[in-house]
């Protein structure tokens, strides 16, 4: 593909993550949207008011056959994304999807193998793939700043699920294909794979509502031989939290909510300033833009990533 003309992109589901993908990518110096999909004709209706120059259509498999589309955004909810990213892959077109990559093990493999058949770029959205603050952990590990890796914590508390921005999105609250330790929990343990090594479970658990999603959940996994815990909650009176906490032997890490990063070397926790681009949905497109001409996937997590925190989240599940 010409590294000159604008990557043309399909995006299918325009829920929340679709429609801030949608607006991030308008005057995107590397793509732009040409076709879009929802199920919702409401939903369509009103992104079309803002969004003229893109094809809307109700119709997903649309968007998939559409000749005037490079790559495809798949921000439909987890049980329709094998079905979806197949097709395109099969056409010869590039996927970045939505985590977590699937929800069952045929999927996880069939999306894989389409991919790897495919040749092209494939990439899942993890959050924290490009934050500056992963970013600054990521060189610290590396320059041996954290001493000896002792462990990773991992803690999150939410007053309500699903969260007030995703209330629309009701199958979060089904144990099906929703739940906080596939929406939220998936990107930190992309994260710990990423840094320490492939992450597995040792032993994990979940409690849960009455005909919802999990209301509490507990584990403890390995990542390159570090114990790492969890500890997540819904439904409580208290502050929405994001913790992950690297526990090094010379200096720990803590990344608060999504980006906030402060480190310890045995006193009070202090905040790191950090450089550069924050990190976020216009680069991320722009790292996947990248991927698609070629140029490999650099803070951009690949399908092998997605698979491997997929199989870490439905332990959960399935224990």
């Given at each position: 593909m010409s590294d000159n003309r604008k990557i043309r992109l399909g995006v299918i589901g325009l829920g929340a993550m679709g429609g801030h993908v949608l607006a991030s990518a308008r005057d995107h110096?590397?793509?732009?949207?040409?076709?879009?999909?929802?199920l919702d004709p409401a939903t369509v209706d009103r992104h079309r008011a803002t969004d003229p120059g893109v094809v809307f259509t109700t119709d997903p498999a649309a968007v998939v056959a559409s000749d005037d589309v490079d790559a495809v955004y798949i921000a439909t909810p987890p049980a329709f994304h094998a079905e979806l990213a197949v097709a395109a892959l099969r056409?010869?077109?590039?996927?970045?999807?939505?985590?977590?990559?699937?929800?069952?093990?045929?999927?996880g493999r069939a999306m894989?193998?389409?991919?790897?058949?495919?040749?092209?770029?494939?990439?899942?959205?993890?959050?924290?793939?490009?934050?500056?603050?992963v970013l600054e952990i990521e060189r610290?590990?590396?320059?041996?700043e954290a001493g000896d890796v002792v462990g990773v914590d991992v803690r999150l508390r939410f007053p309500a699920w699903p969260r007030d921005f995703q209330a629309d999105a009701r199958w979060l609250d089904g144990r099906a294909q929703g739940g906080f330790v596939r929406e939220v929990f998936s990107h930190f343990a992309y994260l710990t794979d990423r840094l320490l090594g492939p992450i597995e479970p040792v032993a994990v658990s979940l409690d849960y509502a009455e005909g919802a999603a999990e209301t509490a959940a507990r584990g403890h996994l390995v990542a390159g031989g570090v114990p790492v815990h969890l500890s997540a909650f819904s439904g409580l009176a208290g502050p929405e939290t994001y913790e992950w906490v690297?526990?090094?032997?010379?200096?720990?890490?803590?990344?608060?909510?999504?980006?906030?990063?402060?480190?310890s070397e045995g006193g009070d926790?202090?905040?790191?300033a950090l450089t550069g681009e924050p990190g976020g949905e216009p680069t991320r497109l722009a790292a996947f833009a990248r991927a698609v001409r070629g140029g490999g996937h650099v803070n951009l997590a690949?399908?092998?990533?997605g698979r491997r925190v997929q199989r870490v989240v439905e332990a959960f599940h399935n224990a």
């Open positions: 110096a590397d793509l732009t949207v040409t076709a879009a999909a929802d056409r010869g077109l590039a996927v970045f999807c939505e985590k977590p990559l699937a929800i069952s093990e045929a999927d894989l193998a389409a991919a790897e058949e495919a040749g092209v770029a494939c990439a899942v959205n993890f959050a924290l793939s490009d934050r500056a603050a610290a590990l590396g320059a041996g690297l526990w090094g032997s010379r200096r720990s890490y803590m990344l608060q909510g999504w980006s906030r990063l402060l480190v926790w202090e905040p790191v690949d399908f092998d990533a």
